[in-house]
């Protein structure tokens, strides 16, 4: 083992991290209260040359901002993976709830589906084929958006299961309603801006997104049963 390249990969990974802590609620933040300006940073930064190091150099970029918020929900209120595992109703649920791992990558994917609904959408109604390239612009950009419903939706589906005590269900339903609203509205900006919608237009495909977001949510869930 290289002493040298095994440190240079230390002093990266801690700069990283550090890097992490300091944006990730600067990023948060931005994405809350300037859901269009988000939008519009994920498209100017795509635009640069993918090579260059300073690329999303003043935040997080996207699938990162996603998944350590899925990360910052399970620090929150975890769930114990062999708890988790024997109260599984299918083989598939319990491998994924085996291990920390597995159920985060599992939530991850779980959640890309609100991502994948907007950019599909996007992709559907702006002229030109759907490719690898033209997807990835609209998929970031919904990624940022994606981020707070994980992290309500993640905390409030295992603080849910956990306590039966009806303040605490009830306030969790006010949280999940409220982040549901705050989405749809981040959604109408979306579209409003990226495809120049009217305000109705806009609605609407806002309100679409959302549904086929929660319809692929909780189809996948049921399946898997995790």
């Known amino acids: 083992m290289d002493i040298f390249k095994l440190s240079k990969s ?3 990974l801690i700069f990283d991290i550090l890097m992490w802590v300091i944006f990730y609620p600067y990023t948060l933040i931005r994405v809350l209260i300037w859901p269009g300006y988000m939008i519009g940073y994920a498209a100017t930064e795509l635009r640069k040359n993918p090579d260059k190091e300073e690329l999303f150099d003043r935040g997080l970029s996207p699938p990162v901002f996603l998944f350590l918020s899925i990360v910052l929900a399970w620090m929150i209120s975890p769930a114990a993976p062999a708890a988790a595992a024997s109260e599984s109703e ?4 319990g491998l994924i709830n085996g291990s920390v791992m597995s ?5 991850l ?5 609100f991502p994948f609904a907007g950019a599909l959408i ?3 109604r702006t002229p030109g084929s759907i490719s690898h390239h033209s997807f990835r612009l609209p998929f970031y950009q919904q990624a940022y958006l994606c ?3 994980a992290i309500v939706f993640s905390i409030a589906t295992v603080v849910a299961t956990r306590f039966q005590d009806v303040d605490v269900l009830a306030f969790m339903v006010l949280a999940m309603l409220v982040i549901i609203i705050w989405y749809f509205w981040s ?7 990226t495809m120049d919608s009217s305000w109705p237009a806009a609605a609407f495909w806002g309100l679409l997104s959302v549904c086929l977001g929660v319809t692929f949510l909780t189809g996948l869930d049921f399946i898997v049963g995790a």
């Open 10 to 12: 230390l002093d990266e």
């Open 90 to 93: 299918t083989a598939i649920a």
């Open 103 to 107: 159920l985060l990558t599992y939530r």
């Open 109 to 113: 994917a779980l959640y890309c589906v």
């Open 122 to 124: 996007y992709e559907w």
């Open 147 to 149: 981020a707070p419903l």
């Open 187 to 193: 959604q109408v900006v979306f579209f409003r801006r």
